[in-house]
């Protein structure tokens, strides 16, 4: 499997993915229009949900991480997920 510029460059002739600037947060959505999958496959495939087939979760992975996509913890949190940190409270 390509990897780096090369993977970037075939997906942007293959597939067209486009890339978002810097400055800007990647989001599920971003992905799923430039994919036009739906969202719950985006976000199945992140999760590495074992429904979603070996093609499409290579072509979801390989669009994330060229997009830049990164994962917002605070959100996942604030959804009901759990914070990677222990507190130790001293009385």
Do not use: F
Not at 4 to 19: C, F, K, M, N, W
Not at 24 to 38: E, N, P, S, Y
Not at 72 to 82: I, L, N, S
């Amino acid at each position: 499997m390509l990897q780096g510029p090369e993977a970037r460059d075939r997906l942007r002739r293959v597939h067209g993915v486009t890339y978002a600037p810097a400055a800007t947060m990647v989001t599920l959505k971003d992905i799923t229009r430039q994919l036009g999958v739906a969202r719950s496959t985006v976000g199945r495939t992140l999760a590495g949900d074992a429904r979603i087939g070996p093609a499409t979760s290579a072509r979801v992975c390989a669009t994330a991480e060229c997009m830049g996509y990164v994962a917002d913890a605070p959100a996942r949190v604030m959804r009901g997920g759990t914070a990677p940190h222990v507190a130790e409270v001293a009385a």
